[in-house]
């Protein structure tokens, strides 16, 4: 033991970092397809924003959907270190209209994790596709939509493709 004065002592408190809560509004994929999730972010009082690259903890997942993180199905508690915000997917297990919540935990550079968990909901709306269906027999060889209007499929299964340039976004 020592005696004097300490003159020059630094103490340091560490603080847990604060989940953002978020929310997205998204087309309901259908089927077995994937959507995209709201960014998680948060902050950190020591480091600053988290968000890209920083450490996030799936605490819960939604009860009506199923969550993947590059590819992979996660369960909860995953953590997922040096988060890329477009690998985390969730497909809903419904089709058309719905909400989906999970809770998201971030885990700062101390590997503090944020207590208070906030809470994820996206809103999932249906894609639907009104207009008039034609018998268009020449396949608009001729650059026109002139075929029959057509009244009922008469039971026949019909398939529509909405696509963006070269890739199908939906199929239904």
Request: with cysteine; hydrophobic share 30%.
């Amino acid at each position: 033991a020592s005696s004097g004065n300490i003159t020059s002592i630094i103490i340091a408190v560490e603080q847990v970092p604060e989940t953002y809560d978020k929310s997205g509004e998204y087309s309901n994929p259908g089927g077995s397809a994937t959507s995209n999730v709201p960014t998680l972010e948060g902050l950190d009082s020591e480091d600053g924003n988290m968000g890209s690259g920083e450490s996030f903890k799936i605490v819960t997942l939604p009860s009506n959907g199923s969550m993947y993180y590059n590819g992979s199905l996660i369960s909860a508690g995953y953590t997922i270190s040096s988060y890329d915000p477009s690998l985390l997917k969730i497909d809903p297990s419904f089709s058309g209209y719905g909400i989906c919540t999970f809770t998201v935990a971030s885990i700062d550079e101390a590997t503090k994790q944020d207590p208070s968990p906030a809470t994820v909901t996206i809103t999932f709306s249906a894609i639907y596709v009104s207009g008039i269906i034609y018998q268009d027999g020449d396949g608009l060889t001729d650059n026109q939509v002139d075929g029959t209007p057509i009244q009922t499929i008469e039971g026949n299964q019909l398939y529509a493709y909405l696509i963006n340039g070269s890739n199908v976004v939906y199929e239904k």
